[in-house]
């Protein structure tokens, strides 16, 4: 059961950041399904990927999500009733107009995109009205993104790391970000289902 | 957040100061860029590195360093490159000249895709390139065309996976852990320090190619740069954008079609 603290939370972010990295499409897959066509937040989803091929997890979601799953363009206003998927090659940013940046710096952790890229970046625009969750994963990337989020007053969710196909990237945000809720993968679907539910 | 004043009054210093306009640069990547350089120019904040910037001209050339070098491969996104090969080079044959820009060139791995491509099909010798950046330390790498051997193999994928019928080995030399690539490739290059965010046209030319440079700029900043670059091309000419990039947000939208939309190429109406 989720507290009364962490619900009242989630029913209050205006985004949710989600980031994974081994074994992501299988927890992925738990979780997007829960989330409604008319959804009430967008989400904005980082998994790691290969440098050199275009991402196919738009496609491989789409077909099993109600909400619609994109890629973003540069620019585009970050919408709700979305889950935007970060493309490959390219760091992935929330700029203060709330639209989609991009940028081909180095990668951070070793990947581009960075999931610690969105989160910070994400955290100086929605401040306590945003939500992370960490995934499975087998670096550390994460885990200073969902510090600075937990700073500002945001929400953080971080899978426990016994029930994750890879532990190391939740165990790094555990260890850094003093995450409000750790749980398996169908906790984290409720808290999903109560922060995209549209509104009453 | 005083963070966001202090980033606010150093590109207002940078501007007054050196000429360079940053003021428009998209805010989260800018900010990025500059804690990674106050962590790494040791300064404890970015109003401390404010002050040595404004008095050391030395400290600015360090700074400009993070501020504008993005990291690219040669024939990054094969697939533009095969339309550029397939689809554009026979409309640029039909020119008894052929010029073109690379805008925001940076170390020039984008420049000498487009001079291999050429020279590949055998309109190198009739083309004039114009490869401009606003970090001079860039353009300077972009001219000598040196690149650590251990980038090659990316390079060497890419360059098949665009069409090419050649090795990419037959355009450098291997010496002492770099390649160096043929002197013959930037015989017709013209380097130039250029800014989209404060410089005019400078040339008429059939190609524009300016790949993941409009990322880093606000749309203000992407309007005035898509517009040089609509001036500077002739009716027909092409302009290849980088694969987030569009038009779509654009006030210079109805100026071009679409060429072969899903790879970023656009046509001057």
Known sequence: ?????????????????????????????????????????????????????????????AARCAACVREPEDKQPVAAGNIWFAPSNYHLLLEPDCSFGFSTDLPVNFSRPSIDVLFESAADVFGERLGCIVLTGANDDGAHGASTIRRRGGLVIVQDPNSAEAKQMPNAAIA????????????????????????P | MPEDIEIRLLLDAIYLRYHYDFRSYSAASIKRRLNAAKVQMNAATLSALQ???????????????????????????????????????PELRTYPSIRVWIAGCSTGEELYSFAIVLREESLLERTTLYATDI????????????????????????????????????????????????????????????????????????????????????????????GLMKDSLCRRGFLGLGSKESLMFSEHASAFRDFVASERWFQRC
């Open chain 2, 51 to 89: 002050e040595r910037v404004l008095r050391e001209p030395r400290v600015f050339s360090q700074l400009l360093q993070f501020l504008t070098v993005g990291v690219s491969d040669m024939f990054r996104d094969p697939s533009f490159f095969r339309v550029l090969r397939e689809q554009i080079v």
């Open chain 2, 135 to 226: 970090n001079p330390e860039a353009l300077h790498k972009a001219e000598q065309g040196l690149y650590p051997l251990d980038r090659l193999q990316a390079f060497t994928e890419n360059h098949q996976l665009s069409g090419s019928k050649c090795s990419l080995s037959e355009h450098y030399t291997a010496a002492y852990g770099s390649a160096v690539f043929d002197r013959s490739l930037r015989k017709n290059v013209v380097f130039s320090d250029h800014s989209l965010a404060t410089d005019s046209v400078f040339a008429e030319v059939q190609l524009v190619s300016c790949r993941n440079v409009l990322i880093y700029f606000d749309r203000s900043l992407q309007d005035r740069a898509l």
């Open chain 1, 1 to 61: 059961m989720l507290s009364a603290e962490l619900r009242d939370h989630l029913i209050r972010i205006e985004a949710l950041v989600v980031g994974a990295s081994a074994g992501a499409i299988e927890a992925l897959n738990q979780l997007l399904p829960i989330v409604p066509e008319n959804a009430r937040i967008p989400l904005v989803v980082v998994v790691h990927l290969p440098p050199n091929r275009a991402s196919l997890l738009p496609q491989i979601f």
């Open chain 1, 176 to 199: 850094r970000a003093n995450p409000q809720l750790i749980a398996t993968l169908p906790e984290i679907a409720e808290s999903i289902r109560l922060a995209t539910r549209a509104a």
